[in-house]
């Protein structure tokens, strides 16, 4: 090795000692007649000194040092005087002495200094990404990532779980996102697919007797970007065969125990809590609720068809139509009219809201408000104990269908919380979402469409639904939710070709199609399939949330940018036509405007 | 759980308890009033049994099992009597008495039964390769590559080496193999490749600074196949700051042997043998020698330049001619003029050698043969010395240039091994070759190419002849052999842009194609890259190697054929025509012929 130590390993017992460290040159501060160069590596930083009555040549070597230079230095550790302890730095009690110096490599002026608090913009993060890559956070992040795919694979292999891995290279299917296709050169006018998921070969694995499945894998969806989606991202994959729902979730919750007394040192109580689809979807308006605040949804749909305030009551005598709100404690005097009226327009643009119908509580109790004249008291009474207003309080109603209610009640409710700073941000709040309707109707498909995906076992009870009435079905499915995020989720199988029979046709698809896409899925399951079920999480989301990072691309080494690029080395680009003409494929560009 | 054990847990001491188990009936024998059935999972086998005067229900339906239905049993666990004991299975000290039987999924008939000693046509495998993972063998093999990653993340952990994963979608650059492209849809007309190594990320983590890097990464080459290629496969991929050859050498040597040690409970001394590509060529004709058994090469171009022979003569005196042999151990006898002549056949088609020399002992040491009237007593005399020939052995020889001589001696010397049976199938030999050639020279594209690729450092006393001679100049660059495969390899890596430019410009590359195409690195190799280092294994080999398998193609859980198909999926396949739409290609297919 090129050193003795790492720039975080010096104490003050090492005092004496004789070292060589290389690193980075952090910064070079000039204190008349003594030069100090902090030198920083992976592991830490280390003062080291120079003085101008040791070696002259050292000493106008040192003076040409710039951040970022690449340097070799040999010296003495000195304990540093009491006064001069820098607790601040796990080496803060030693510093270097320098007895030599080499300059291993120069650095160029930088486009941006790592250590420099303020961050450059995105773009030139990500053009650079090797010097962002050097700043303490993103190596604190990328180590945190790699200590918690360390303790998955750890706690799995001590259960039996065999990681293997399944091909990238694979086959299109039409259900589901966008595929990524790759030309095959050998068979030309054919395609492979990158895969969404290993769904299908972890059931085979189960099919073939493998019992005990995980994989940290790398999924592909070339769909349009949202802020928090890559389109090559990384989920921990399991499959079990031989158990039920009850069983992954013990075995679940027994990993996120352990990331969480490995990777953060603290403790997590178990169970975590549980709830339905049905009751998440009433208490919070979403199924990956957050649980870190109340303000949960109340109905008042009954009191609303009682009323002869319109808004309220058309959508209550509505078949489906629902009045529910919200309470927002205390926070009346902190909203104008304006900012309601913000708040209102702002439903209307994310989920085409009509309207928002607002009360608040004065110093009594009693609801007031623009529409209160539409109300008796007594109406009124009834509406402020159905959502336990107190003096202060701001309450904020939503009409309509169920699923625009749960919108917006959702969206209002996150927002206001992170508005009015409800959430702490140490918090690590679980819970598991289960008993998801196993279809949802697409208007612009006009069909049943699987809501996990169509290999999912319906509950045995509702199995008698599944031709009359499919969105009575429930699925034996499960996600986990922190801090009212998804961060993966999954079901029970199907593990008899009949019923994956009778969900294929369900979902529009003939035998024919069925036996084309899935053939081979349909004869390993008549072959001997074991109930079996999984489940994936979201690798790049669960460890930004682990680190408290704001976006998932800071939890990536090399990430897309929200148009799929890499900015660095300049993917996707420009190919050698006799690459393409290999592959037997032409790109047909639309015309370029002028 | 659907059981409470797996079929490889009891033993005598269970004897007693009730106990479920699940699995798959790998038999059912009716032995006139007793039924047994074995039972299967992936831990074992466990022997049930039904006796017919217990639940006449039960027993009729136990009459109907088939081979691999997959059942779920309750019952009693019963020692077995002394003479009954089945020392061969782990549970073969007891047997079930079923009390309960269920059957979870029946299975149709087979297109072959794991269970059965002879194994279907690889065709049938591959198209049904979730029966054929049931064969115990190939979960052996599949537990044994979980065992050996599971051992390698482990020690790099220890080592505090960092995981990063790395973009599968890259750039396309023309240096190395050819690449497998994806279309991207956003940018229409670019596209991405598919990565042959992490090489360039690993080193752009290095600069980074995140100091040591792992990964067993996935890596692509579209190129045709050879039996033991696959179009994807696995590396384990390392690279390391502030660090020499030793200390990579010092690291991987440990791995191995930790790896020997844990995975196969062997012990392996340390250091592995090391020899330079100099050697390796000379004594061996090969950059992966097989040093199990001798039989090495021996010059004797300095007696060809003496005789009157002319098959050696003309040879000798070209320069860089080369007259080479081995001695084949006491096989004169079993070798008849007939079977020299079809191994000179084999030469010539293999390698294109004009002919082999030949020689036998006799019992008292001397040469005889068709060619021993050319050449003088004492001639024959001196190569006899040289090859230390003993009575009944046969010496084989090849005329021509180096490398020529190289290829088929390395061919004789490793045909003859195996067919002689000298090798000891379960010796595991390890060696360390170096100091390889930093270029060869491409007939075919008339200039110098990398041997190992375009960023490896040259041995610094050697890097005074990069321009004048580059034929002569050393690579920092290391290969681990494995009984005569290469397992891996990997170069100390250039950190400054300068050498980096005369590495490209030496390859042929101008400043602007270099900047093109690896601009990012040069950028990168100008803002502070510490010296670096690393090595990639390649997994899927190892695993065979470690395995005793004998093609990689088992060593994989779904790998693709010859033809770079999968096929049980049926992959690559058609897409819809609205997906190539959407990526702006088109397929232009040759017509087809009649």
């Not at 720039?7 to 008349?32: E, F, N, P, Q, Y």
């Not at 200590?147 to 091909?167: Q, S």
């Not at 749909?301 to 529910?324: S, W």
Request: net charge negative.
């Amino acid at each position: 090795m090129l050193r003795t130590t790492t720039c975080g390993a010096l104490r003050g017992t090492d005092a004496g000692k004789t070292v060589t460290l290389c690193g980075w040159v952090d910064s070079a501060r000039d204190h008349s007649g003594v030069f100090f160069v902090n030198l920083r590596d992976r592991y830490g930083i280390t003062q080291t000194v120079f003085y101008s009555d040791g070696s002259a040549e050292l000493f106008s070597q040192v003076k040409t040092l710039r951040n970022e230079d690449v340097i070799r230095i040999t010296g003495t550790v000195l304990a540093r005087p009491e006064g001069l302890i820098n607790p601040k730095m796990p080496t803060g009690e030693i510093e270097v002495k320098a007895e030599s110096l080499e300059i291993l490599n120069r650095s160029e002026v930088l486009p941006f200094l790592p250590s420099a608090p303020e961050l450059p913009s995105d773009e030139i993060r990500l053009k650079n990404r090797f010097l962002d890559l050097r700043r303490p956070e993103m190596q604190r992040v990328l180590r945190l990532r790699h200590k918690m795919t360390k303790v998955m694979r750890d706690y799995f292999d001590e259960l039996d779980f065999l990681e293997v891995e399944t091909p990238i290279l694979g086959k299109s299917t039409p259900e589901g996102a966008r595929d990524y296709l790759v030309p095959s050169r050998i068979a030309q006018g054919s395609f492979y697919a990158l895969p969404q998921s290993p769904q299908l070969y972890k059931q085979l694995l189960m099919i073939a007797g493998y019992d005990r499945y995980m994989q940290i894998a790398r999924c592909f969806r070339d769909e349009d970007l949202r802020a928090d989606r890559q389109p090559e991202f990384t989920q921990l994959d399991i499959e079990m065969s031989f158990i039920e729902m009850e069983d992954i979730l013990e075995i679940m919750s027994g990993l996120v125990q352990r990331l969480m007394k490995d990777v953060l040192g603290r403790d997590l109580p178990l169970p975590i809590p549980r709830m339905s689809w049905d009751e998440a979807m009433e208490r919070f308006g979403h199924d990956a609720p957050d649980l870190r605040f109340g303000m949960e949804l109340k109905d008042v749909t009954d009191i609303a068809k009682e009323v002869d305030f319109r808004v309220f009551r058309a959508v209550a005598d509505t078949a489906g139509g629902r009045v529910r709100g919200i309470n927002v404690k205390n926070a009346a005097d902190r909203f104008s009219r304006k900012d309601i009226d913000s708040l209102t327009a702002w439903t209307a643009e994310q989920f085409g809201a009509k309207g928002i119908v607002w009360f608040k509580a004065d110093a009594e109790g009693n609801l007031t408000g623009s529409s209160a004249k539409n109300f008796t008291a007594e109406q009124l009474q009834k509406i402020a104990q159905r959502l336990q207003a107190g003096p202060n309080d701001l309450l904020l109603f939503s009409c309509g269908d169920f699923l625009l209610t749960c919108r917006v009640l959702n969206g209002l409710r996150r927002k206001l919380a992170a508005q009015l700073k409800l959430i702490d941000p140490k918090e690590m709040n679980f819970c598991w979402v289960v008993n998801f309707p196993m279809f949802e109707f697409s208007e612009e498909e006009n069909r049943w469409v699987a809501m996990h995906h169509p290999f999912t076992c319906p509950k045995t009870e509702d199995l008698q639904f599944l031709e009359s009435d499919p969105g009575r079905v429930r699925a034996q499915a499960y996600d986990l939710v922190l801090n009212g995020f998804e961060v993966g989720g999954g079901t029970i199988r199907i593990h008899d070709s009949a019923t994956q029979n009778r969900i294929f046709s369900l979902l529009g698809m003939t035998r024919e199609q069925a036996r084309e896409q899935f053939g081979f899925l349909l004869d390993a399951l008549a072959f001997g399939a074991p109930p079996h079920g999984g489940l994936a999480f979201g690798l790049d989301r669960l460890v930004m949330l682990f680190a408290g990072a704001d976006n998932i691309r800071d939890c990536i080494a090399f990430p897309k940018t929200a148009k799929a690029a890499d900015l660095m080395t300049g993917a996707p680009g420009q190919v050698d036509p006799r690459q393409l003409e290999e592959l037997a494929i032409k790109t047909v560009l639309p015309p370029k405007e002028d």
